[in-house]
């Protein structure tokens, strides 16, 4: 049996980072600001290459965009306009705000703390106006930096076993996850927000290239160190995550000629010094495949983890008609996304949160999702403020389109109190939370489903707030007390996991001060 069949890892992993009220209270941690982790990685000896400036718009509806697929089948290949579209709406700096310290630069894609742990980098055969090659995304520039000239996406077809997206793929974007520069704030917690912040950002990259019409697939099964060493990262510090195929071409690429030489650049460091937290490296060396057997066995088969039928009343939801469906531009809704730092107590209405929960549960193309539908967390709602919706909790029935009430009420006081005593949960007009029960995760896939579980909510959740900006509705991600949130929507949730909360509703402020 390897390290990955024994799940034990990941339970471990999981009980030891769960909040409660006193796991906050007795813990000494202070984030230690003159020690601050840069944000960006920094190859200072490689020559920087500019991606254009002028960044297309595709035109596409987001609401359109998060909810529908590009057939794997259609051939289309992105060329360097389309690379920087891809890139942008995914990573890139979309605004920037000075304070007493500095100047803060807040990206596309919500993130944890601000602090960016997540990495993208290229690995493509030659597309038009970009040479083949590996490729380093700088996003303070907005540039690339070339690890490595030529085509070494055989290197990748090998890595994942001969999966049929990236053996086609012209383009595959790997993105790698830097423990430190989270761990700064977050310590051990870091490698779940590994999962929601690769995740917020896959939400985006994913959308923008459906509004392109490239297919596009999230694949987590790939030989961990046959990847890491292709990019050559320092895997004490940072490690692959996930890998996006992007396109179709018909040809394959040429055969991976031989393991990837080390490259031995030189990296600016992130901060004068680092704290190690051995959990989750130990996390993740025991969710790391090791053979292109296990890579193989690895994917597909997802649990069906659709909840119980109904038992309580239900509410049919009502997405908005097409006559009334919102539809600014899946870039105007990156541009003006951004965290809300205070809800107003008005209500939405079930036309609004209908639309979101159906167009953001449509499905998303991975491999660990197969057969297509497949999800692996359940939305669980504490409803305050929304029309045509008594206030209660809930559990969301995707495949009938319905919303069970499992308990009416008036709860913003437990809503602030499960999302770590702060005023958004309390103040939002619903609150949404993913749970998930693990065991017949971890029972498939192994440690490894541990990833995919939390990769899976950051998606779902990067997909929420999208959904709820298109609407014109503020959102955020929030952290929780995780036994106590269970507890809360117990019995129904009995011996699921709490794994995500993102909060949503009306902006107290204009979207320019949200931004703090
Ligand atoms: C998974 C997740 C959890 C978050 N948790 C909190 C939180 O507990 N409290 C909070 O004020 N903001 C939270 N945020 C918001 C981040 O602080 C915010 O995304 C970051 O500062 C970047 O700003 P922006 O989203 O406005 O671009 C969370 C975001 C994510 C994605």
Same mark, same amino acid.
């Given at each position: 049996?390897?390290?990955?069949?024994?799940?034990?890892?990941?339970?471990?992993?999981?009980?030891?980072?769960?909040?409660?009220?006193?796991?906050?209270?007795?813990?000494?941690?202070?984030?230690?600001?003159?020690?601050?982790?840069?944000?960006?990685?920094?190859?200072?000896?490689?020559?920087?290459?500019?991606?254009?400036?002028?960044?297309?718009?595709?035109?596409?509806?987001?609401?359109?965009?998060?909810?529908?697929?590009?057939?794997?089948?259609?051939?289309?290949?992105?060329?360097?306009?389309?690379?920087?579209?891809?890139?942008? &709406?995914?990573?890139?700096?979309?605004?920037?705000?000075?304070?007493?310290?500095?100047?803060?630069?807040?990206?596309?894609?919500?993130?944890?703390?601000?602090?960016?742990?997540?990495?993208?980098?290229?690995?493509?055969?030659?597309?038009?106006?970009?040479?083949?090659?590996?490729?380093?995304?700088?996003?303070?520039?907005? /540039?690339?930096?070339?690890? *490595?000239?030529?085509?070494?996406?055989?290197?990748?077809?090998?890595?994942?076993?001969?999966?049929?997206?990236?053996?086609?793929?012209?383009?595959?974007?790997?993105?790698?996850?830097?423990?430190?520069?989270?761990?700064?704030?977050?310590?051990? *917690?870091?490698?779940?927000? &590994?999962?929601?912040?690769?995740?917020?950002?896959?939400?985006?990259?994913?959308?923008?290239?459906?509004?392109?019409?490239?297919?596009?697939?999230?694949?987590?099964?790939?030989?961990?160190?046959?990847?890491?060493?292709?990019?050559?990262?320092?895997?004490?510090?940072?490690?692959?995550?996930?890998?996006?195929?992007?396109?179709?071409?018909?040809?394959?690429?040429?055969?991976?000629?031989?393991?990837?030489?080390?490259?031995?650049?030189?990296?600016?460091?992130?901060?004068?010094?680092?704290?190690?937290?051995?959990?989750?490296?130990?996390?993740?060396?025991?969710?790391?495949?090791?053979?292109?057997?296990?890579?193989?066995?690895?994917?597909?088969?997802?649990?069906?983890?659709?909840?119980?039928?109904?038992?309580?009343?239900?509410?049919?939801?009502?997405?908005?008609?097409?006559?009334?469906?919102?539809?600014?531009?899946?870039?105007?809704?990156?541009?003006?996304?951004?965290?809300? *730092?205070?809800?107003?107590?008005?209500?939405?209405?079930?036309?609004?949160?209908?639309?979101?929960?159906?167009?953001?549960?449509?499905?998303?193309?991975?491999?660990?999702?197969?057969?297509?539908?497949?999800?692996?967390?359940?939305?669980?709602?504490?409803?305050?403020?929304?029309?045509?919706?008594?206030?209660?909790?809930?559990? &969301?029935? *995707? /495949?009938?389109?319905?919303?069970?009430?499992?308990?009416?009420?008036? &709860?913003?006081?437990?809503?602030?109190?499960?999302?770590?005593?702060?005023?958004?949960?309390?103040?939002?007009?619903?609150?949404?939370?993913?749970?998930?029960?693990?065991?017949?995760?971890?029972?498939?896939?192994?440690?490894?489903?541990?990833?995919?579980?939390?990769?899976?909510?950051?998606?779902?959740?990067?997909?929420?707030?999208?959904?709820?900006?298109?609407?014109?509705?503020?959102?955020?991600?929030?952290?929780?007390?995780?036994?106590?949130?269970?507890?809360?929507?117990?019995?129904?949730?009995?011996?699921?996991?709490?794994?995500?909360?993102?909060?949503?509703?009306?902006?107290?402020?204009?979207?320019?001060?949200?931004?703090?």
């Amino acid at each position: 049996m390897t390290d990955n069949r024994n799940s034990d890892a990941a339970w471990n992993y999981h009980n030891a980072t769960k909040h409660s009220y006193n796991s906050i209270r007795t813990n000494a941690h202070f984030m230690d600001w003159s020690n601050h982790p840069l944000p960006f990685k920094i190859y200072p000896a490689l020559e920087p290459m500019r991606l254009p400036g002028e960044v297309r718009q595709s035109g596409v509806a987001a609401l359109s965009a998060i909810a529908e697929r590009v057939s794997a089948q259609t051939k289309a290949s992105p060329d360097l306009e389309a690379v920087a579209q891809l890139l942008y &709406f995914s990573a890139g700096i979309t605004r920037r705000r000075k304070y007493s310290g500095g100047e803060m630069y807040f990206r596309a894609a919500a993130c944890t703390g601000a602090l960016y742990e997540v990495e993208l980098y290229l690995v493509c055969g030659e597309l038009g106006g970009l040479e083949a090659g590996v490729y380093h995304f700088g996003p303070a520039e907005f /540039n690339l930096r070339k690890l *490595r000239a030529g085509d070494y996406r055989g290197a990748l077809v090998e890595a994942t076993g001969g999966e049929a997206a990236i053996a086609h793929a012209p383009l595959t974007i790997i993105c790698t996850c830097t423990y430190w520069r989270n761990a700064w704030k977050y310590q051990a *917690r870091t490698y779940r927000h &590994f999962g929601w912040d690769n995740g917020t950002l896959l939400a985006n990259l994913v959308a923008v290239a459906t509004a392109l019409g490239l297919p596009a697939k999230v694949v987590c099964g790939f030989l961990d160190a046959s990847v890491n060493r292709l990019l050559d990262v320092d895997t004490r510090r940072e490690v692959a995550f996930s890998l996006v195929a992007l396109g179709r071409a018909a040809d394959l690429p040429p055969q991976a000629s031989s393991e990837s030489n080390p490259l031995s650049l030189e990296i600016v460091p992130l901060s004068e010094r680092e704290v190690d937290y051995p959990l989750m490296r130990e996390m993740h060396a025991a969710s790391s495949l090791e053979s292109k057997e296990e890579v193989q066995a690895w994917r597909g088969g997802a649990p069906m983890t659709d909840s119980p039928p109904p038992a309580g009343p239900i509410v049919s939801i009502k997405p908005l008609s097409d006559a009334e469906m919102p539809r600014d531009p899946i870039e105007q809704v990156i541009q003006r996304r951004g965290s809300t *730092r205070k809800f107003a107590r008005s209500p939405i209405t079930l036309g609004q949160l209908s639309t979101m929960l159906d167009r953001a549960t449509r499905g998303v193309p991975a491999d660990f999702l197969d057969p297509p539908g497949a999800q692996l967390n359940d939305l669980y709602l504490m409803v305050h403020a929304v029309e045509g919706l008594s206030p209660g909790s809930y559990v &969301f029935h *995707r /495949n009938r389109g319905a919303l069970e009430c499992l308990k009416p009420g008036d &709860f913003r006081a437990d809503a602030g109190y499960l999302g770590l005593q702060q005023e958004l949960p309390a103040d939002a007009a619903v609150d949404i939370f993913f749970l998930a029960d693990l065991r017949p995760i971890l029972q498939r896939f192994g440690n490894r489903g541990y990833r995919a579980v939390q990769l899976e909510a950051g998606i779902l959740g990067g997909k929420l707030y999208l959904a709820s900006y298109a609407q014109r509705l503020g959102a955020t991600g929030l952290t929780f007390f995780d036994d106590a949130v269970t507890g809360f929507f117990s019995p129904h949730a009995e011996g699921k996991s709490a794994i995500f909360l993102v909060a949503v509703g009306h902006s107290a402020k204009n979207k320019l001060q949200d931004r703090t």
